[in-house]
């Protein structure tokens, strides 16, 4: 398999995510989505999915004693979804001190969905059924 043909593997799974995100409603102002990304180094590339997007499949409890910020910080965050939803600034706070109080539940499959054998599996067979078809092309034509 070339490396961009990883690459294509890899920017299907990555439009997967960003599409399951969109059927879920967890994409209001698209930041979210904007952090993964594909990273492509000499011979090898890789998904990158921040971590903190287990939150949306996994949900997140209240907030602990002596929590450290996120970066952005998650008032900043809640903002940025409060202003993409049209609910007025007021909210922010309230919503935060929500969260921080009773954490907020997950929705499964979010990413497992998209990342599941199964997807992954057909996305693979799509790339090996081009390489193939390359690699016969390649024999006919020397035949040839």
Known sequence: ??????????EALKNDIIHSMQENEKYATG??????????????????????????????????????????PMIDRIRAWCQAKGIPDKAVWAIKKTIDKKGYKG?????????????????LNQVIARISDSIAQRIVDAIG
């Open 1 to 10: 398999m070339t490396n961009d043909q990883i690459i294509q593997f890899l």
């Open 31 to 72: 930041q979210s989505a904007s952090k993964i990304s594909i990273t492509d180094e000499d011979d090898s590339a890789s998904l990158q999915i921040p971590a903190y997007l287990q939150a949306l499949e996994y949900g997140r409890g209240p907030t602990g004693v002596n929590a450290q910020s996120g970066s952005p």
């Open 107 to 123: 929705i499964p499959g979010l990413l497992t969905g998209p990342l599941s054998y199964e997807n992954i599996n057909l996305h």
